[in-house]
């Protein structure tokens, strides 16, 4: 059985988590000869001021970007692989690829299955966990290459390598043996009693993964679990792509849409003066923020919140068959199964965590609410709140708008944000950003620039592909990917790959270096950054890319998935980097959204594209008072919609099986917790008519664990305020040595509570007692009183 992840880009979404999640935290290996390793950069005043100027000119200059790579493509002839992958030279490499990854595959589990000895049954962690590297070698690198390459022959070779590679690891998905060497290995003390703190540890989450996967089974009751597996895949996948509302359109006449732009009415009006508005899509969006007849506004609202009954059905089919699959595995609910290996550990505790964050911003909602209402005059209808919102902020914008505000784009050319970040992660973790030219084919793409990352011992730790022009044809939305996890590779490995050619790479010719201070060779993170800038118009101007504020967050949001895969340095790439719990996996990311308009960080680096002025303290000031002034008009409100939602997620999965079995009411489901819970609820002449919960396609992807993001916001905020917000701190060295040494460099390899616990400290009042380090439910409820803050959730 293989399950679907529902995580974003940078997990290892088809192996991590599915039935062979192979997990581990530390290698025994011995000292490797150094091998096929990057010479340092120069960490010198001089260079580093050289590095600094070329990473903003690679990004702002297009003359400069084709002279920076001329350099290399003078002096190289040979093609190199993809991200130098000695295999990916040529479509027909990706099967060659997949084929030399397989061998290696098999003979790790032939080892497994045959240890007998002592000796070999200690090793057995590490092996799985080297198994667990090769898949993700192969599936994770294909299934990017294949949705971001442009070359139809290079995604078609890409999708065949990660479809060989994914039915091999259904064949592991069914091979017993493999989770009765484990056991045989726990149950072991002579084995156990040699093993490492975190090889116990690693041991006992494959265990419980494969327990979760139903291998332990008597064979008909698993091919139950693989059947309920397969139908789930099949109905949710229905589900998340078949979002239809009840009916296709609302026909007004066209005299009553008055405040809709005229353009949009003349594109939708008939000849006879009707006006169909269509119930999906950006129009009915625009009728509800626009047109002043509240019936018609009231009219769209019902319809665009009434899915079809068909999609209905798909979604209780979906959660009648999820609450089967757990009582098949012996929980009480699928939010249960879960649940039980994330930060939260269990359904109530989630829902404790999310009334008390619900309850806190109570406060702000009623205020933003009571505002609009006076702009009313009579009572507020959640048809309304669209409208009066949208005057509020163009009311506000008339008011504000100012010079300062408009020429902020100015100060943010794609390249003084790199070397902000570059300058950020500096005086924080000590590491930077080298631009570094490309061989001949290692990008998929021209507009492609590699950047280097090294630390000040002048090692070279880590490799970014940045992708963020956009292009024909490109997915638009922003990701991290990570294509190569962290670890160390073992002098048994290298004697290995040797053995079988003399001219394989035991990383496949990707990065590696070797740690000065272990004289190992480690596997070094192999990143892909991917966003949708437009790149600079070719009019003679020199104007680089200007970033929007909200573009300047994005590209920091995804930075900071990738300085946790930077950072979180493992020994085994298991729990390398990003690769944590799901409800802790967002903390980095979030966190750095608040360094991206920080005073002291837009100091680093906000400089007029072409002047070189500073951001002026002014327009700062004016930036931080409109982000403030947009939150109180409709933050609040905002965070309250996806507290909702994450509790109506709850309420679907944490129904018992029993309760399943008599039948689920999605929609009285949903009307019950928005009764409870939400401040603007669907009046009683409406609620039995609409049922939005068909248009909620994360409870798919995310099906009991829709909080996460929220949570992780909560505990970003409280990290932000009590270690990095006050004075200097947000550039503070110690502030950022604390958060690294606590949070970053562990990835997946320590409990988050204890991350948590760790950067606040043992003297922050919301650690008392150490209240935070052991979770449980007091620490949720702790968490849900930080709050959200006021600008909205984004994401």
Known sequence: MLRPTGR???????????????????????????????????????????????????????????????????????????????????????????????????????RVLSASTLEEYRGVARNLDRLSDILCRVIDLSDFIRTIHPDPRIQEAATQAYALMFEYMNVLNTTTGLHEQLRAAISNPDVTSHWTEAETIVAQILMKDFTNSAIHMPPNERQRFVNLSNDISQVGSEFFNGAETAKSQVVFNANSLQGLDPMVVQKIKKWNNKAPVPTMGIIPRLVLRSVRDENVRKEVYLATRTSSSRQINRLEDLLMKRSELAQVSGFNSFADMTLSDKMAKTPEAVSNFLTTLISNNRGPVMEELSQLQQMKGSSLQPWDHAYYVHKRVLQYTQARRSRELSIVPEFFSLGTVMQGLSRLFDRLYGVRLVPQET????TWHKDVRRLDVVDEAQQHIAVVYCDLFSRPNKHPNPAHFTLRCAREISAEEIAECASMDQSAHPNDGMATAVDPNTNTLRQLPTIALVCD???????????????????????????????????????????????????????????????????????????????G?????????????DRYAHGHIYGAVDNEAQILMALVDQAYHSMSSLDAQKGIDTTDIYHKVFSQHSSLPDPDDIRPRTSWQGFF????GYGATYYSYIFDRAIA??????????????????????????????????????????????????????????????????????????????G
Request: proline content about 6%; glycine content about 8%.
């Open 439 to 442: 061989a001949p084919g290692e």
């Open 8 to 110: 974003r880009a940078w997990t290892c979404r088809k192996c991590l988590l599915q039935r062979l999640q192979i997990r581990a935290f530390e290698s025994a290996a011995a000292a490797p000869r150094s091998h096929h390793h990057y010479p340092p950069a120069d960490n010198h005043s001089s260079k580093k001021n050289i590095d600094d100027d070329t990473l903003r000119r690679v990004f702002d200059s297009q003359p400069f970007w084709k002279e920076f790579q001329q350099q290399r493509s003078s002096t190289v002839s040979r093609q190199a692989g993809l991200v130098q992958n000695q295999y990916l030279t040529s479509p027909n490499g990706f099967r060659a690829f997949a084929n030399v990854s397989l061998q290696r595959c098999q003979a790790i589990v032939n």
């Open 613 to 625: 002025e500073p951001l002026p303290k002014e327009t700062m000031r004016s930036m931080e008072r």
């Open 697 to 700: 396609g994360h409870l798919y």
């Open 533 to 611: 800038f437009q790149e600079p118009v070719p009019n003679g101007s020199g104007c680089p890319t200007l970033l929007s504020e909200q573009s300047v967050r994005t590209l920091f949001h995804e930075m900071g998935h990738a300085v946790h895969s930077i950072l979180g340095q493992t020994p085994l790439q298991s729990i390398s980097g990003t690769r944590c719990a799901t409800d802790f996996a967002e903390l980095p990311s979030v966190l750095m959204e608040s360094f991206a308009t920080a005073p002291q960080v837009l100091a680093l680096y906000a400089r007029h594209w072409r002047t």
């Open 717 to 794: 905020n409280k990290i932000w305020q009590d270690v990095f917000e006050s004075g200097e701190a947000s550039v503070d060295r110690a502030a950022g040595e604390k958060y690294k040494n606590e949070v970053l460099r562990w990835g997946g390899g320590r409990s988050g509570w204890e991350c948590v616990a760790g950067v606040l400290g043992p003297d922050n009042p919301s650690n008392a007692n150490g209240r935070l380090v052991e979770g449980e439910d007091s620490a949720m409820r702790e968490v849900g009183k930080w709050g959200l803050g006021r600008d909205g959730v984004s």
